[in-house]
């Protein structure tokens, strides 16, 4: 069972990349999305959210306890729960994804406050909680700017 946790922490393996794990989470969420996702009715998408989280959250925790740290490189579905929230939230054209892409990406990087203050919950709380609070504050700015728009 450890073997299927791993592979949802690192998001189908995706973690295993050696350059920049997370943002290549995010670029496969943003075309998963863009091309295939998108379409797909609300309670879907929400089945898919609640199953990112949850499952997310479990499979952090047990990875992170089987390798020893706290939140090792690898694990990866926290990005990819944070971009798929922030894409949900807006119509899913270029510009809404890319911009949604670097946003998150930004907040989820430079972890302002209260965005640091996330992942200092226990296990795969805290993985899980910062960058849920990164997708939190980029779709705010991009709501705010698609407002003034």
């Given at each position: 069972?450890?073997?299927?946790?791993?592979?949802?922490?690192?998001f189908?393996?995706?973690?295993?990349?050696?350059?920049?794990?997370?943002?290549?989470?995010?670029?496969?969420?943003?075309?998963?999305?863009?091309?295939?996702?998108?379409?797909?009715?609300?309670?879907?998408?929400?089945?898919?959210?609640?199953?990112?989280?949850?499952?997310?959250?479990?499979?952090?925790?047990?990875?992170?306890?089987?390798?020893?740290?706290e939140?090792?490189?690898?694990?990866?579905?926290?990005?990819?729960?944070?971009?798929?929230?922030?894409?949900?939230?807006?119509?899913?054209?270029?510009?809404?994804?890319?911009?949604?892409?670097?946003?998150?990406?930004?907040?989820?990087?430079?972890?302002?406050?209260?965005?640091?203050?996330?992942?200092?919950?226990?296990?795969?709380?805290?993985?899980?909680?910062?960058?849920?609070?990164?997708?939190?504050?980029?779709?705010?700015?991009?709501?705010?700017?698609?407002?003034?728009?």
């Amino acid at each position: 069972m450890k073997t299927a946790w791993r592979i949802i922490a690192t998001f189908f393996g995706i973690g295993l990349a050696p350059v920049a794990p997370g943002t290549v989470a995010s670029l496969a969420v943003l075309f998963l999305y863009k091309f295939i996702m998108s379409g797909f009715p609300w309670p879907v998408l929400a089945g898919i959210l609640v199953f990112l989280l949850a499952a997310g959250t479990y499979a952090s925790a047990v990875y992170s306890a089987e390798v020893g740290e706290e939140d090792p490189r690898k694990i990866v579905i926290d990005e990819a729960a944070g971009q798929f929230l922030i894409f949900l939230s807006v119509p899913p054209t270029w510009l809404n994804l890319g911009l949604a892409f670097a946003l998150f990406r930004f907040f989820d990087i430079v972890k302002p406050f209260p965005i640091s203050r996330a992942e200092r919950l226990p296990g795969g709380w805290g993985i899980m909680a910062d960058d849920l609070a990164a997708a939190v504050a980029g779709g705010i700015l991009l709501h705010l700017y698609l407002f003034l728009k």
